[in-house]
C-alpha cells in the first residue's frame, strides 16, 4: 500500500498567490515524522519544512507552512506569495520510527509551475 | 545546515564499464547513509542503506552483486554500479543524517546523474 499519497500530479499558480500542495499519510507507527522537500531540475533536494507527530502546532519555515490534520492523516504545504523561483518538484516523506537512521519514503510528487 | 557532497554530478560511461559514486559527509560522522533512485519524472525509491563497518541493507528488488556498496568511515559510503547497462541510467542520490543528531535532519548529497550508452 502506499504510504505517502500525492495526488496532484502538477498544479499551476499564479505569481504572488498561495498555493496548497497535498499529502496524505498511513502509518500505524504513533511516532513519525513529515517532510517536505523541493527538487529543481539541477536534482538536488532542498529541505522545506518538517512536521512531527507529536507536535502541536503546525510547522512554519518563511514562506511554507504545514497544514498538519493529524486525525485525517494528510500535512498539506502551503506556499505563500509564490515566486517564479518556486517552480520545481515538490515531494513529501515520511519517517517512521522503526525505520533504520532517517530513511524516507517519498510520495510521487507535485510539479509545482508559477506564472508569472 | 549539515553538508553531504556527492561526486560525480553526472557521468556517462560505456554499456559493461563500471560506475563509482562517492557520498561524503563533510562536516559530520554518519554511521548510516542511504542511496536512492529516481528515474525520469518519478519519485525516490530507496535502494539501500549502508551501514559503516557493516555489509549494507538492500530493499527488495534491488541487485546487491550489481549495486556494490561500501561505507568504510564515518564520513564516506560509495555506490558502485557494475557493468553498468543502458537501464541503469538513472539519477543517484545519496542521504545522511549526523550521528546523534536531531531526528528532523535529512541532508541529501547533489545527485549523480548516470547516463550508460
Known amino acids: 500500500a502506499q504510504k505517502i499519497t500525492q495526488t496532484q500530479p502538477g498544479m499551476f499558480v499564479q505569481e504572488k498567490e498561495a498555493v496548497t500542495l497535498d499529502c496524505t499519510y498511513d502509518t500505524s507507527d504513533p511516532s513519525y515524522g513529515l517532510f517536505w522537500y523541493k527538487q529543481p531540475s539541477s536534482g538536488e533536494m532542498i529541505f522545506l519544512i518538517y512536521?512531527?507527530?507529536?507536535?502541536?502546532q503546525n510547522a512554519t519555515e518563511g514562506r511554507y507552512s504545514l497544514n498538519f490534520q493529524k486525525a485525517r492523516k494528510s500535512a498539506n504545504l502551503v506556499i505563500s506569495a509564490s515566486q517564479l523561483g518556486d517552480s520545481a518538484m515538490y515531494f513529501c516523506?515520511?519517517?517512521?520510527?522503526?525505520?533504520?537512521?532517517?530513511?524516507?519514503?517519498f510520495g510521487g510528487g507535485t510539479r509545482l509551475m508559477v506564472k508569472p | 545546515g549539515a553538508v553531504v557532497s556527492q561526486h560525480p554530478s553526472r557521468v556517462i560511461c560505456k554499456s559493461g564499464t563500471s560506475v563509482k559514486i562517492e557520498c561524503r559527509s563533510l562536516?559530520?560522522?554518519?554511521?548510516?547513509m542511504f542511496w536512492y533512485r529516481q528515474f525520469p519524472k518519478q519519485s525516490l525509491m530507496l535502494m539501500a542503506t549502508s551501514n559503516e563497518g557493516s555489509k549494507a541493507t538492500y530493499e527488495q528488488g534491488v541487485e546487491k552483486d550489481k549495486f556494490l556498496i561500501n561505507h568504510a568511515s564515518l564520513t564516506l559510503s560509495t555506490l558502485t554500479v557494475t557493468s553498468a547497462h543502458p537501464e541503469d541510467s538513472s539519477f543517484y542520490i545519496c542521504s545522511a543524517s549526523p550521528q546523534g543528531g536531531q531526528n528532523t535532519e535529512a541532508f541529501f548529497g547533489q545527485g549523480t546523474r548516470l547516463t550508460v550508452v
Open positions: 512536521q512531527g507527530s507529536y507536535d502541536q
Open positions: 516523506a515520511m519517517r517512521e520510527r522503526n525505520n533504520a537512521g532517517n530513511m524516507l519514503t
Open positions: 562536516d559530520f560522522q554518519a554511521t548510516t
